[in-house]
């Protein structure tokens, strides 16, 4: 089966962490096989066989995993695998072409080149390991040492096999494997191509080279994105403190929430050592965003609305920009 650019265009994009036991001579066969792999052997229900791909034969949680698998099988997905353990830093990226399967693959024991990173308390080195496997087709492998992107949009406590959301990265992606693919893929330069800490960075750097849109910031305080999800970027010089709030949302009710919480953060003396010089608060978003705001609201929180797609305007011809877009990698 041949796949175009709009047929990855529609092909959701889902996410699979491989966090298990395994040994790095596994991780070389599985990328090199472009195979995606879940594991969770001890799961299996009384008197079934660890090599069933039945859902219905594992407990919690590989049922459900196992479950999202197929789906995804029947269904088709574009499917990035992430393999960051046992000192790899790869990941790779292919197509589960509709009416695919889940298969068992079992790596005896001798197979195994080293049991250094598994739990002998859970395994038997005699049963060897039985994996769920998919073969992912047109696969493209992305070192995370040139794309650092696709390992900062993962998120920690992501599920495995899910709907990649996190970050804002599928338009990104996308781009990256198309053109790896050799297919035919568009670029249009604007903010909405960025990923969610890359957009941080840029209204951070942006503050920072463009007093005339705000007081100036001669310096961060905390790392982009920080700790609290009320602030994205903390800054100052010696009269001011800023305290900014980054988003892609366009939606009415989500905006006005983030902007009330980077209120309270202030209202609720989160921030003390800023207390002794003047307070401004930035909310970086769409146009679109601050056009269903109402002047009233934002006077009342004494935020300054600075539209992204400005930000990137202005910053447009800058070594960051360029750098952050796909098509500079």
């Known amino acids: 089966m041949e ?18 036991s395994a040994s790095p001579g596994i991780y070389d066969d599985l990328i090199k096989n472009g195979q995606i792999a879940i594991h969770y052997e001890k799961k299996v229900k009384e008197e079934r066989s660890r090599e069933s791909t039945n859902p219905e ?44 399967e889940v298969k068992n693959k079992t790596y005896s024991s001798s197979e195994i080149e080293t049991w250094e990173y598994i739990n002998e308390d ?12 998919v073969d992912l087709k047109n696969v493209v492998v992305f070192d995370y040492d040139k794309y650092s992107m696709l390992l900062s949009c993962q998120a920690g406590k992501q599920g495995n096999i899910n709907h990649w959301t996190v970050g804002k990265i599928e ?17 249009q330069r604007n903010p909405y191509l960025l990923t969610d800490k890359q957009l941080e960075v840029l209204c951070s750097e942006y503050l920072r080279r463009f007093p005339k849109s705000s007081p100036e910031v001669d310096y961060l305080l905390d790392s ?40 309270d953060f202030v209202e609720n003396d989160k921030d003390p050592k800023g207390a002794s010089k003047e307070i401004v608060l930035n909310y970086f978003g769409p146009k679109e965003g601050e056009e269903k705001l109402s002047e009233k609201f934002l006077k009342n929180r004494d935020v300054k609305y600075i539209p992204i797609e400005k930000v990137f305007e202005e910053m447009e011809g800058t070594e960051i920009v360029e750098e952050m877009l796909p098509t500079q990698v």
């Open 57 to 100: 034969d594992w407990k919690s949680p590989m049922c459900h995993i196992l479950n999202r698998l197929w789906k995804r099988c029947k269904k088709g997905a574009l499917m990035a695998a992430d393999y960051s353990q046992y000192d790899y830093s790869k990941m790779i990226v292919g197509i589960i072409p509709p009416g695919s």
């Open 3 to 20: 796949f175009d650019s709009d047929d990855i265009d529609d092909l959701p994009l889902y996410y699979n962490r491989h966090k298990m």
């Open 122 to 133: 859970k395994h038997d080195r005699g049963d060897g390991l039985a994996y769920k496997i």
């Open 224 to 263: 982009v994105g920080g700790k609290t999800k009320d602030v994205d970027i903390i800054g100052g010089s010696n009269n001011i403190r800023s305290l900014s709030q980054v988003s892609f949302t366009k939606n009415k009710g989500k905006i006005k929430k983030k902007i009330k919480r980077l209120w």
């Open 171 to 187: 338009k990104n992606l996308k781009y990256l494997y198309k053109r790896e693919l050799g297919l035919e893929c568009e670029c």
